[in-house]
């Protein structure tokens, strides 16, 4: 053991993407004097589920995702996740824009644009559906803007490309939100790091791996590696953080938590066809989604996606859903099997045996040949070109299974903050809305394991310096919606029809 460093730390985020960013950011605007140390396996933030081509990239708010809005039994339309969701993402454009007014973020050209959200369907039932779902969301303000239109000339007035080519004898709808956004999160992300990595108490470790996490008394013992130079280390912490993107819950599993016990995880990887054509390109200025597929996993919604990436503009379309057991890009085809354990096989099972039509779409995407490929392509925009179009690889997320009320294993879309009872340790599990929420996730945690802190007066009044609706619906709140959306529009130079 005596060539193993050791030291301490107040705080320790395994994982340099969005979700470690922002809780790395908040804690030091709230506690400046905490020591935090950042462990990271790859040589660079955000090189995982934080990447640019590895998400939507859609600053999810709920204004185009079908998903979020499903039709019930009855026929209407239940809004609960959409709200939820537009709810967390007017936080983050909060937080985002007072740390812009505090020069931690230097330009939001750098990661947000203004990039129009719409949902395109075609076909009698789901032309009604989507006509329900307008009416339904008109009657919050969060959702007030939006446009309707089952006029196929003011669609390709939105989005030409998509109407390019149509039968007119058809029948199409369109919902149009011109407040949609495109966050480069990948960027963002660094560039969060890169202020921490200059901040007083932060130290972070690249291409360092975490072997094994156990507790020690009160606090926890955090074991890694360098992977360059094998030199072993230990830290002692009193908190940590795992937010490792899918490989979370294997280092959760190491912390043997109990409340842990019975979570899996089940990975879907996907692929992108991707356009730069400036001829093409151009053409095109909006997030189109549509309808999912039957079994489906929701980060499958197809969509024809305008993304700015390293300052360049283009198109993405997909995802193309895939499966690997890999729980990472870069990581093992052991993880799933390394993630089985006593507790959580009954749930994996009983997950799988619900979801046989989820198993059926990914072999049928394995599966899917090049021409089927540009054949769902053409649905979206039926005179695509293949030679303007080259497949990406994108990124790897792990979809949480977990036991019902009844015991029963079911398999979870969404993300979930999972701690210990006495808050020293969380991990955060699951994907999709994942970093376009990622402030209030991180609020939230603050909540749970930093209890008293966060109660104080001290820290509620940052936290409404931060967040000036902290503590308040927004959507339960009117007067304030116009309020909060022109300030923060302002500052992240994000304004409807500004094409920046």
Request: charged share 25%; hydrophobic share 35%; net charge neutral.
């Amino acid at each position: 053991m005596s060539n193993i460093q050791k030291s301490e730390a107040d705080v320790v985020l395994v994982g340099a993407g969005i979700m470690s960013a922002t809780l790395g950011i908040l804690l030091k605007e709230l506690k400046p004097n905490l020591k935090i140390e950042v462990i990271e396996r790859l040589d660079s933030a955000a090189a995982e589920s934080s990447d640019a081509m590895n998400n939507a990239g859609t600053g999810h708010s709920a204004f185009c995702e079908l998903n979020y809005t499903p039709e019930k039994a009855d026929g209407t339309i239940d809004a609960t996740k959409a709200i939820n969701i537009v709810e967390q993402f007017e936080v983050s454009r909060q937080f985002w824009s007072y740390l812009l007014g505090k020069h931690i973020l230097k330009n939001p050209d750098n990661f947000i644009h203004t990039v129009p959200h719409m949902s395109f369907v075609w076909g009698k039932d789901n032309v009604n559906f989507l006509r329900k779902r307008y009416e339904e969301l008109q009657k919050y303000p969060l959702f007030q803007g939006m446009q309707f239109s089952d006029d196929p000339e003011k669609i390709k007035e939105w989005a030409p490309l998509i109407m390019e080519g149509r039968d007119l004898n058809d029948v199409y709808a369109a919902t149009y939100m011109p407040l949609g956004t495109d966050v480069n999160f990948g960027a963002l992300t660094r560039e969060l790091f890169d202020y921490l990595q200059k901040t007083d108490g932060v130290n972070i470790s690249f291409h360092t791996e975490v072997k094994d996490i156990t507790k020690n008394n009160s606090k926890w013992d955090v074991e890694s590696v360098d992977l360059k130079t094998g030199k072993k280390r230990i830290i002692t912490t009193d908190f940590v953080f795992v937010g490792a993107g899918g490989g979370a819950i294997l280092l959760l599993q190491k912390a043997d938590i109990p409340e842990s016990k019975g979570y899996g995880g089940f990975p879907v990887g996907g692929e992108w066809l991707v356009c730069r054509n400036p001829e093409v390109v151009n053409k095109h200025m909006a997030k189109v989604y549509g309808k999912a597929s039957v079994g489906a996993p929701p980060m499958s919604v197809p969509h024809l996606d305008t993304r700015f990436i390293d300052g360049k503009h283009s198109l993405l379309f997909g995802p193309y859903a895939g499966f690997s057991t890999k729980f990472l890009k870069t990581g093992s085809y052991w993880d799933l099997i390394k993630s089985l354990e006593c507790n959580n096989i009954g749930p994996m099972l009983g997950a799988g045996l619900r979801n046989i039509d989820l198993t059926k779409y990914l072999i049928g995407q394995v599966l899917q040949s090049k021409k089927s490929r540009y054949a769902a392509l053409k649905e979206y925009f039926p005179e695509a070109k293949e030679e303007d179009w080259t497949l990406e690889k994108a990124g790897q997320r792990v979809q949480v299974i977990k036991k019902d009320p009844k015991g029963r294993g079911i398999l979870q879309f969404g993300t979930e903050v999972v701690n210990s009872a006495d808050g020293s340790i969380a991990a955060l599990l699951g994907a999709s809305p994942g970093a376009s929420t990622a402030t209030p996730i991180m609020l939230k945690l603050l909540s749970q394991c930093f209890k008293d802190e966060f109660k104080s007066e001290e820290w509620q009044r940052k936290l409404k310096e931060m967040i000036p609706s902290f503590g308040l619906k927004l959507n339960e709140h009117p007067e304030l919606v116009s309020d909060v959306r022109e300030k923060t529009s302002k500052a992240l130079e994000i304004y409807p029809n500004n094409k920046k």
